[in-house]
C-alpha cells in the first residue's frame, strides 16, 4: 500500500483541492442569486425553465461541495441573500436584460463551470473529489447541450465567422 491508499474520505485535501472546492461554493451561490435576478427579467417561458434548473442544479452542487468542505474542517464562504421577485413589467425597458443576453450569459458560465470542473478532476488526488465534480462535469455538460439546443431554437445563437475558404462551390 502506497502513501494515500486508504478510505478517500480519511486522506486530508490538498491545498489545491481545498482552494477550488472552497471558491466552487463561493461562485455557486455567486451564481444561484444573478440568476434568481435574471429570473425577473425573463420574459421567455422556455429560458424562465432552464433558468430555474439551472438554480436547483446549482444549489444541489453547492451542497455537495460545501459538506465536503465541512467534513473536512474547511470553513465555508458567506451566502448572499435570496432575491426578491420582480414584475417584469416594472423593470424599465433599457435597464432590463434581454432573453438573448441573459442566455449568453448562462452559456458562458457553462463553458467556465466545465474547464473548472474538469480542473478539479485533474488536480484531485482524493478519488471522492475527483468523481463529486466529475458528477458536477457531466450535469453541466447536459445542461449547456440544452442551452445550446435553446439558442438555436430562438435565433440567440450569434455563431463566430465561418470559415468557408475550403469549401467546395457547387
Not at 465536503?68 to 465555508?76: C, I, P, R, T, Y
Not at 435570496?82 to 458562458?108: Q, V, Y
Not at 484531485?124 to 449547456?144: P, Q, V, W
Request: proline share 6%; with cysteine.
Amino acid at each position: 500500500m502506497g502513501i494515500l491508499s486508504g478510505n478517500p474520505q480519511d486522506e486530508p485535501m490538498h491545498y489545491g483541492e481545498v482552494f477550488g472546492a472552497w471558491s466552487a461554493v463561493l461562485t455557486g451561490k455567486s451564481m444561484i442569486a444573478a440568476y434568481q435576478t435574471l429570473l425577473n427579467h425573463t420574459g421567455d417561458g422556455d429560458l424562465r425553465k432552464l433558468i430555474q434548473e439551472a438554480i436547483e442544479q446549482c444549489k444541489q452542487d453547492t451542497e455537495s461541495i460545501e459538506n465536503l468542505l465541512k467534513e473536512n474542517g474547511v470553513g465555508l464562504p458567506p451566502s448572499p441573500p435570496e432575491r426578491p421577485t420582480a414584475d417584469l413589467e416594472s423593470i424599465p425597458a433599457g435597464a432590463r436584460f434581454m432573453d438573448n443576453e441573459i442566455a449568453a450569459k448562462m452559456s458562458a458560465d457553462v463553458a467556465a463551470g466545465l474547464v473548472s470542473a474538469s480542473t478539479m478532476i485533474g488536480q484531485a488526488i482524493r478519488e471522492d473529489i475527483a468523481t463529486l465534480f466529475g458528477s458536477i462535469h457531466t450535469k453541466k455538460a447536459a445542461f449547456g447541450a440544452k442551452l445550446l439546443r435553446l439558442n438555436k431554437e430562438k435565433g440567440w445563437l450569434v455563431p463566430p465567422p465561418l470559415h468557408l475558404a475550403n469549401v467546395e462551390k457547387e
